[in-house]
């Protein structure tokens, strides 16, 4: 018996969920008495899995196929079946990514497991009951799910759990295959078209984000999100309107309909805070809204707020944390 | 081309969120329900389809209780050809996939379309499982879907970009914008709607293997600090030593 964790690697490196994801899984492990393995997907190297160590890991499979580089749900969902019969894994953790839904979803049929998503904290395993708690109507609500399955797949959401660090310690890496054929590679993607993002900072994984809506007045202004953005380290974002009018592009629309973030900071400049866009940012951890009408009813669920005009605000907000150092 | 529309009933996206009094349900009271606006993206592209190829059906699938049917006959009167509902409460994502996948089959479709997600569970999951118990192939989320004989190009979002993808019929995918403008229903499609097809059948496979055991709201902000605009530069301070976000 063990506990599987999925880690999705890119351009060498293991994704931050996926820190958090490796964390989480340890965690479990250590509740359920036995250790976690990881199995690695994308393109890795094998120093960075050896660290995963340090999330708590013991052993690291991972294929280095190079057809797996890119995401193919028939392949990895192959893959880490296979992985997780090897290690006769009970309970399997993975982001709540696009990949991870897509890979879980299928291994819940394929390994008649209960499947939870969008898990925010560690289960509870108490009178044979195992629950986990995750959140539910666009973060308007949490539900404390129940999983009846003797295997069990849960999909971490990402920035809900911190990651562990044990400095020193390193993980086993062993080379593993589930023996692949051309088959499994029948939905590999033709082409795999990756988005400029300000800063180099990707959305879905960043730690903060300056988001803009219709009060910054045209797609010429971006440059003082851009800027706070830069200098802050975080990615960029905007309100559905936004991207509708073609200010700024579809994947940086957030909310509802758009994508969900998590991030530690989220800044709201010129957003009014609708409910559908709040439903996209509400579980960051602290949000700061700037907007020139204090009626505005994104203020009620915001940390911090400043009542003002962007295009004063902003450049002062930029200079402040340039002269932070 | 048989296009078989998956689309699930939820609250309102303004909807203020309440429980029962023991938190183990939804209150229903007076929530408007809608259909879940990721599938209506799904509904309006297999039309478009359906038109480009001059032929074909559109069939729209939900499960669910009678409740649903006004959502149900909404989707007719935007273009859909005909409507089953299968006869229960949709206990969980598994339970919904199997009774897509039942009728999928037995009903022969080529092209299966669903929604991102729902709005309510938020479960991103029955896309998979459906294609999974089908054998199939699933793309999801797509953010566009054309067709040319069997074969579809689609691209498929990922974290921070997109793949292009191929697929046969038959397959599922589930939508998201900006695929296509989703339709609104006019008098017209109201008027003929009425007569349309609506079977119901009811559900098959096996047990659920989730389920919920309480609900609760999430914990309250504490309400917001104002910082006064010609002191902007406080706040960054405030967020690297109150905060500790910077
Ligand atoms: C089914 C459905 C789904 C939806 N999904 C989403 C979604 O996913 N994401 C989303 O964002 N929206 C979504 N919406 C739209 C949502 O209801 C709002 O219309 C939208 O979020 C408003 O965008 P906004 O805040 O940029 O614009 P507005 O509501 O127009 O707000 C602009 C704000 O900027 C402020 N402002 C103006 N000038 C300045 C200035 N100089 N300085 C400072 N502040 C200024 C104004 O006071 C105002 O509060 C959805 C709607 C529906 C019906
Ligand atoms: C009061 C209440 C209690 C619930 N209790 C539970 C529970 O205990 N455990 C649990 O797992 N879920 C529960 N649900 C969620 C409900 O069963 C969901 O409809 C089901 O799980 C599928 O939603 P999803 O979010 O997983 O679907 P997703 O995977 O997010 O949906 C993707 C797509 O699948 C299609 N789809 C989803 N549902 C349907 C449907 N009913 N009919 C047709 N197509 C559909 C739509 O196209 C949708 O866009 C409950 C819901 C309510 C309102």
């Not at chain 1, 028939?74 to 079946?81: N, V």
């Not at chain 1, 957030?254 to 900071?265: A, Y």
């Not at chain 2, 919904?96 to 037995?106: F, L």
Request: charged share 20%.
């Amino acid at each position: 018996m063990s506990v599987l964790v999925v880690v999705e690697c890119d351009g060498g490196e293991v994704k931050k969920s996926s820190l958090e994801v490796a964390s989480y899984g340890s965690q479990v492990a250590q509740m359920l008495g036995t250790t976690a393995t990881a199995v690695a997907v994308g393109e890795a190297t094998e120093a960075n899995l050896a660290q995963l160590g340090e999330q708590g890991i013991t052993k690291v499979l991972y294929d280095a196929e190079p057809r797996l580089k890119d995401f193919v749900n028939g392949a990895y969902t192959k893959l880490i079946a296979a992985a997780a019969q090897q290690e006769d894994a009970k309970v399997i953790v993975l982001a709540n990514s696009n990949i991870g839904a897509a890979v879980g979803s299928r291994l819940s049929v394929r390994l008649q497991a209960s499947l939870v998503t969008n898990v925010i904290e560690l289960p509870k395993n108490e009178g044979g009951q195992f629950t986990v708690k995750r959140g539910a109507f666009s973060g308007k609500a949490l539900a404390d799910v129940v999983l009846s399955s003797d295997r069990k797949i849960l999909a971490v959401k990402k920035n809900s759990i911190e990651a562990l660090h044990e400095a020193g310690k390193t993980a086993q890496v062993e080379s593993f295959s589930a023996q692949l054929t051309d088959a499994d590679f029948a939905d590999a993607p033709k082409q795999v078209i990756m988005q400029e993002q300000t800063g180099g900072v990707l959305l879905p994984e960043a730690d903060k984000v300056v988001s803009g809506g219709r009060g910054m007045k045209g797609p010429e202004n971006w440059n003082l999100i851009e800027d706070l953005a830069k200098a802050l380290g975080a990615a960029t974002a905007c309100s559905k309107p936004v991207s509708d009018v073609d200010w700024r592009p579809h994947h940086e629309h957030v909310g509802q309909t758009g994508i969900t973030v998590s991030p530690n900071l989220y800044i709201a400049c010129g957003i009014s805070g609708a409910i559908q866009h709040l439903a996209g940012v509400n579980s960051s951890k602290v949000i700061v809204v700037i907007n020139k009408d204090p009626e505005a009813p994104f203020f009620k669920a915001a940390d911090y707020g400043i009542v003002g005009d962007v295009f004063d605000v902003l450049p002062k907000l930029t200079q402040a944390v340039k002269e932070l150092g | 081309m048989k296009f078989l529309v998956c689309i699930s009933n939820v609250p309102d996206t303004t909807t203020k969120i309440a429980f029962t009094p023991d938190n183990k349900e939804f209150n229903k009271a007076g929530v408007q329900f809608v259909i879940n606006p990721w599938d209506e993206y799904a509904l309006t592209r297999a039309i478009e389809l359906k038109e480009a190829q001059g032929g074909g059906t559109v069939t729209v699938l939900n499960v669910g209780e009678a409740d649903t049917e006004p959502n149900i006959r909404k989707a007719l009167a935007i273009g859909a050809d005909d409507a089953i509902r299968v006869n229960a409460f949709p206990k969980d994502a598994f339970f919904v996939a199997q009774q897509i996948a039942s009728i999928a089959k037995d009903g022969g479709y080529d092209v299966i379309l669903m929604g991102k997600e729902s709005i309510d569970y938020n479960g991103f999951q029955v896309h998979g499982m459906v294609g999974e118990l089908l054998g199939i192939p699933t793309v999801a989320p797509a953010m566009k879907l054309d067709m040319s004989g069997n074969t579809a190009t689609l691209e498929r979002e990922i974290e921070g970009g997109k793949e292009i993808v191929e697929v046969n019929t038959p397959f599922v995918a589930s939508c998201q914008q900006p695929m296509c403008e989703p339709r609104i229903p006019n008098m017209r499609g109201i008027m003929t709607a009425r007569t349309k097809p609506l079977k119901v059948v009811e559900p098959v496979g096996d047990a659920p293997r989730t389920e919920v055991a309480v609900y609760a709201l999430p914990p309250k902000k504490e309400g917001v600090k104002l910082i006064p605009a010609e002191n902007a530069g406080e706040l960054i301070k405030l967020l690297r030593n109150e905060a500790k976000v910077i």
